[in-house]
């Protein structure tokens, strides 16, 4: 009698809290697709521990941006990929996907190319080579072997190259809103019916919370005395959620730090504005129909180095992908209180800007649709062939 053949082996590394989301995505998606008993090893967070991965180390520690800014973790970062690299060779995984932070991943890649190994290499999320480095777009196509694309317009610049390209479309598109009870939340944190709501995510990284809490501290004085009737909501997560929470607690007005699930949601659909650090949140944000700026600063070192790298006018992912500036973007030196506040009052009592911006994110999240079936389906379906061969 035949012994049934082992359950196929998945590696994962995804090291910032978006990378981490979309990979517990695909990790669901890819048990339908190759049954319930597929196997799941590597690096990750809260949401896929939650979803059955037993993570090597926690990432947390590597969620760094800003080129002046990883120097310090260096040593860190190179015992780290050392790790992951044992831990492949080890347990001989089906395949390797790796999901984010191509400085950390990319050296993972290359060092298993160097030394033969043979697993099948994917990366799920391009590196922004439209934004900056575009000579990262050679470097991927001599180290894996499949690129999965968020954006439509990714492919090209990476098939140029030689390497197998899928675009699968971005997972804001797949997001389920959790129920709602505006009332509710409006009710348990005592703001009037028609008290302006005003939402503040200052990060998922804590060098990002450092560096930016000041900053929104300041703008946040400013339009509390201006707008005497707002209240302040920051939704966060775990990874930050002692530094926020220690935050919010030294500003001289009530501000309500949210963690859980249904509280997010219903501060998404209750905020009439936002400020957000640069990312991803920004589509989540468009998705709710929620009017907003993005600010952000780095060592000004970096912020240099950025600025002379920079293959495109704007920062933020809407801008991007219309083309012109909806989002304002508030970053570097313009990164400070005053001209925060000025952006979120006007995002507050002006109407037909309001307005301008929301019709502009149906347009943006549009160009992200991708027929009719879930991005992470469409993941896993490339991946399972890889798998299969």
Same mark, same amino acid.
């Given at each position: 009698?035949?012994?049934?053949?082992?359950?196929?082996?998945?590696?994962?590394?995804?090291?910032?809290?978006?990378?981490?989301?979309?990979?517990?995505?695909?990790?669901?998606?890819?048990?339908?697709?190759?049954?319930?008993?597929?196997?799941?090893?590597?690096?990750?967070?809260?949401?896929?521990?939650?979803?059955?991965?037993?993570?090597?180390?926690?990432?947390?520690?590597?969620?760094?941006?800003?080129?002046?800014?990883?120097?310090?973790?260096?040593?860190?970062?190179?015992?780290?990929?050392?790790?992951?690299?044992?831990?492949?060779?080890?347990?001989?995984?089906?395949?390797?996907?790796?999901?984010?932070?191509?400085?950390?991943?990319?050296?993972?890649?290359?060092?298993?190319?160097?030394?033969?190994?043979?697993?099948?290499?994917?990366?799920?999320?391009?590196?922004?080579?439209?934004?900056?480095?575009?000579?990262?777009?050679?470097?991927?196509?001599?180290?894996?072997?499949?690129?999965?694309?968020?954006?439509?317009?990714?492919?090209?610049?990476?098939?140029?190259?030689?390497?197998?390209?899928?675009?699968?479309?971005?997972?804001?598109?797949?997001?389920?809103?959790?129920?709602?009870?505006?009332?509710?939340?409006?009710?348990?944190?005592?703001?009037?019916?028609?008290?302006?709501?005003?939402?503040?995510?200052?990060?998922?990284?804590?060098?990002?919370?450092?560096?930016?809490?000041?900053?929104?501290?300041?703008?946040?004085?400013?339009?509390?005395?201006?707008?005497?009737?707002?209240?302040?909501?920051?939704?966060?997560?775990?990874?930050?959620?002692?530094?926020?929470?220690?935050?919010?607690?030294?500003?001289?007005?009530?501000?309500?730090?949210?963690?859980?699930?249904?509280?997010?949601?219903?501060?998404?659909?209750? =905020?009439? +504005?936002?400020?957000?650090?640069?990312?991803?949140?920004?589509? &989540?944000? !468009?998705?709710?129909? *929620?009017?907003? $700026? /993005?600010?952000?600063?780095?060592?000004?070192?970096?912020?240099?180095?950025?600025?002379?790298?920079?293959?495109?006018?704007?920062?933020?992912?809407?801008?991007?992908?219309?083309?012109?500036?909806?989002?304002?973007?508030?970053?570097?030196?313009?990164?400070?209180?005053?001209?925060?506040?000025?952006?979120?009052?006007?995002?507050?009592?002006?109407?037909?800007?309001?307005?301008?911006?929301?019709?502009?994110?149906?347009? =943006?999240? +549009?160009?992200?649709?991708?027929?009719?079936?879930?991005?992470? &389906?469409? !993941?896993?379906?490339? *991946?399972?062939? $890889? /798998?299969?061969?």
């Amino acid at each position: 009698m035949k012994s049934k053949p082992a359950a196929p082996l998945i590696y994962l590394v995804a090291l910032e809290p978006s990378g981490d989301l979309l990979g517990a995505k695909l990790m669901n998606a890819l048990r339908i697709k190759l049954g319930s008993d597929a196997r799941f090893s590597g690096v990750g967070g809260n949401q896929m521990e939650r979803s059955g991965l037993k993570s090597l180390f926690d990432p947390s520690d590597l969620a760094i941006l800003g080129i002046f800014e990883v120097l310090p973790k260096a040593s860190l970062v190179i015992r780290r990929v050392k790790e992951v690299v044992q831990d492949i060779e080890s347990k001989s995984p089906s395949i390797l996907i790796t999901i984010d932070s191509w400085g950390f991943t990319g050296r993972v890649h290359k060092t298993l190319t160097k030394r033969l190994n043979p697993i099948p290499r994917v990366r799920y999320v391009a590196p922004q080579v439209w934004a900056w480095r575009p000579g990262r777009a050679k470097q991927l196509s001599q180290w894996i072997d499949h690129l999965l694309t968020l954006f439509p317009f990714e492919p090209p610049l990476f098939e140029t190259h030689g390497l197998a390209t899928t675009y699968v479309g971005h997972p804001i598109i797949e997001d389920n809103a959790l129920y709602t009870d505006v009332s509710q939340f409006r009710s348990e944190f005592d703001m009037e019916d028609n008290a302006p709501v005003l939402m503040v995510l200052p990060g998922s990284r804590k060098s990002e919370v450092r560096c930016l809490t000041p900053v929104f501290a300041d703008a946040l004085g400013i339009l509390v005395s201006k707008v005497p009737d707002l209240h302040v909501v920051i939704p966060t997560i775990g990874s930050v959620e002692i530094e926020v929470r220690e935050w919010a607690k030294s500003l001289p007005f009530s501000a309500h730090v949210l963690t859980g699930g249904i509280d997010k949601a219903n501060a998404y659909a209750t =905020a009439n +504005a936002a400020i957000a650090a640069s990312g991803t949140v920004t589509l &989540e944000l !468009a998705r709710a129909g *929620i009017p907003h $700026l /993005i600010a952000y600063k780095v060592n000004r070192l970096s912020g240099l180095v950025f600025r002379f790298m920079a293959k495109t006018k704007f920062v933020n992912l809407i801008n991007i992908l219309l083309k012109y500036e909806v989002v304002p973007e508030c970053l570097q030196a313009e990164c400070n209180g005053r001209v925060i506040a000025e952006e979120v009052e006007r995002l507050l009592k002006d109407e037909g800007y309001r307005d301008m911006q929301m019709r502009c994110f149906k347009d =943006a999240l +549009a160009l992200l649709q991708n027929g009719d079936r879930k991005p992470s &389906e469409m !993941a896993a379906d490339v *991946i399972g062939t $890889l /798998i299969q061969r």
